[in-house]
């Protein structure tokens, strides 16, 4: 697990794909955190949680395409495999799946289910 360690006020619910998820009753999130002993993308983390919360397989969500760059995503965030040592915190929040999404700089991704952020309008 990279970063942070869980806060007390999270109850473990379940494994997805190997990782745990989090559950905070107080403010109805999820949350996650990527692994940095082992290569897995941010992209593919954040898919497989969604996926659990949701309860639908991954296939049955949108495109992550549809709400941001995947490949930019992950180059992000490649400091999770241990290639370069990252300096900094930092977050990109989206919309993915009806659900609001938040990926931190120390691994943690956060779902929120209940909130979708507002889209920015068209010009």
Do not use: K
Request: some cysteine; overall charge negative; proline content about 7%.
């Amino acid at each position: 697990m990279s970063g942070t360690a869980p806060r007390d006020t999270l109850t473990p619910i379940g494994n997805t794909d190997g990782r745990t998820v989090y559950y905070d009753e107080d403010r109805g999130t999820y949350h996650t955190w990527c692994d940095d002993r082992a290569y897995e993308p941010v992209s593919t983390a954040l898919l497989m949680t969604v996926s659990s919360v949701l309860g639908v397989e991954p296939d049955d969500l949108e495109a992550l395409s549809e709400c941001i760059d995947p490949d930019a995503l992950n180059a992000l965030f490649v400091h999770w495999r241990g290639d370069e040592p990252r300096i900094g915190d930092g977050s990109v929040s989206f919309t993915f799946s009806e659900c609001a999404v938040t990926v931190y700089a120390d691994g943690e991704v956060v779902i929120d289910p209940s909130r979708q952020r507002p889209r920015p309008a068209d010009d």
